[in-house]
């Protein structure tokens, strides 16, 4: 999730509604022959027939899920996560005290048919309900902790979405949704993201073959899909890929950042690796693959790099995205 927090999202979007309307006039003339002498008394003109005012459609209320918001694997998850913090003064953009973290998020599925995650920052907590978007493809959920002091909102893909079906992986944004003090008095914004799948067994990958994996990441939490790709070609190990991360501009609109290429040998018997990349104005990213299901069918990626954003600030953004795809 780039630097611009969810809480600050709102705000802006309020005010890129100012000015987005504009009125229009004009007029309009008409000739006709000159009149006769003798005028005749003008005929009423009648009453228009008034225009009824549509009703407006409802909004589609929230779908609960049918299933769990999450695969239901029994046991922990492999996870490739992600947390940043920051604080500002009440009211201000006064940012102070940032950190990220790339460790601490865990995830699991018990017995009794609950998933339970511990982000970074706060305590195990239990998934409830889910409310799937328009599209089916993600769900958003408010997550609270046992003690009830915090709280936070979690975007998941949908287990078996129509437009990426999975059954060992899956990912998720999130973001603290109450307000926290920090001993300073200030105000304190967190939010992150996690990739989580059954990890593939070491010596069950194939070990010949050429096959691709085609999938997408969430680059801000909106569910705009950030297309990834990757051949892989078992018998050397080779893999060759690309990934475009993308971001949502105010509206719903797409902001290609760039795709970007990639090449990585996968070590014989392992079933990760990580990856540099080059990316755009000199930079280099990095690239976390971890294969899942029983033979790898499908994998989860964690990708960081600075890229570019001239639609935020003019130049680039720091962004870590996860994501996940699955054999073509």
């Known amino acids: 999730m780039h630097s611009q927090t969810h809480r600050l999202l709102g705000a802006v979007a309020a005010l890129a509604l100012v000015g987005s309307l504009a009125g229009c006039g004009g007029g309009s003339s008409s000739g006709g022959p000159a009149p006769?002498?003798?005028t005749p008394a003008p005929t009423?003109?009648?009453?228009?027939?008034?225009?009824?005012?549509?009703?407006?459609?409802?909004?589609?209320?929230?779908?609960?899920?049918?299933?769990?918001?999450?695969?239901?694997?029994?046991?922990?998850?492999?996870?490739?996560?992600?947390?940043?913090?920051?604080?500002?003064?009440?009211?201000?953009?006064?940012?102070?005290?940032?950190?990220?973290?790339?460790?601490?998020?865990?995830?699991?599925?018990?017995?009794?048919?609950?998933?339970?995650?511990?982000?970074?920052?706060?305590?195990?907590?239990?998934?409830?309900?889910?409310?799937?978007?328009?599209?089916f493809t993600f769900s958003t959920q408010e997550v609270l902790e046992p003690g009830g002091a915090k709280?936070?909102?979690?975007?998941?893909?949908?287990?078996?979405?129509?437009?990426?079906?999975?059954?060992?992986?899956?990912?998720?944004?999130?973001y603290s949704n109450r307000q926290i003090a920090t001993?300073?008095?200030?105000?304190?914004?967190?939010?992150?993201?996690?990739?989580?799948?059954?990890?593939a067994s070491p010596g069950n990958l194939p070990t010949s073959g050429m096959m691709t994996y085609q999938g997408f990441g969430d680059l801000e939490g909106y569910g705009t899909p950030s297309p990834f790709s990757?051949?892989?070609?078992?018998?050397?190990?080779?893999?060759?890929?690309?990934?475009t991360p993308t971001f949502t501009e105010f509206g719903g609109g797409e902001v290609n950042a760039g795709t970007f290429d990639f090449s990585a040998a996968l070590a014989?018997?392992?079933?990760?690796?990580?990856?540099?990349?080059?990316?755009a104005n000199g930079k280099t990213g990095k690239l976390e693959i971890q294969f899942t299901g029983p033979a790898g069918e499908e994998l989860m990626f964690r990708f960081r790099g600075a890229v570019p954003c001239l639609h935020i600030n003019g130049g680039d953004c720091a962004v870590v995205m996860p994501g996940a795809a699955r054999r073509a």
């Open 268 to 279: 014989a018997g392992s079933t990760a690796v990580t990856v540099d990349l080059p990316l």
């Open 183 to 199: 001993a300073a008095g200030r105000e304190l914004h967190i939010s992150g993201s996690f990739a989580y799948g059954v990890a």
């Open 151 to 174: 709280s936070f909102l979690l975007t998941m893909l949908i287990p078996g979405a129509g437009v990426l079906p999975l059954s060992h992986t899956g990912f998720a944004t999130w």
């Open 230 to 243: 990757a051949t892989v070609d078992f018998s050397t190990g080779r893999i060759d890929g690309k990934i």
């Open 36 to 38: 006769t002498a003798v």
């Open 44 to 135: 009423p003109t009648p009453s228009p027939t008034p225009t009824p005012t549509p009703t407006p459609s409802p909004s589609p209320s929230p779908t609960a899920l049918s299933g769990p918001a999450a695969i239901a694997q029994v046991g922990e998850f492999t996870v490739l996560g992600y947390e940043a913090s920051f604080s500002t003064a009440t009211n201000t953009n006064d940012r102070q005290d940032f950190t990220e973290n790339f460790e601490g998020t865990r995830f699991r599925y018990l017995a009794s048919g609950v998933h339970e995650l511990l982000l970074p920052m706060f305590e195990w907590s239990r998934l409830g309900t889910a409310f799937s978007s328009g599209t």
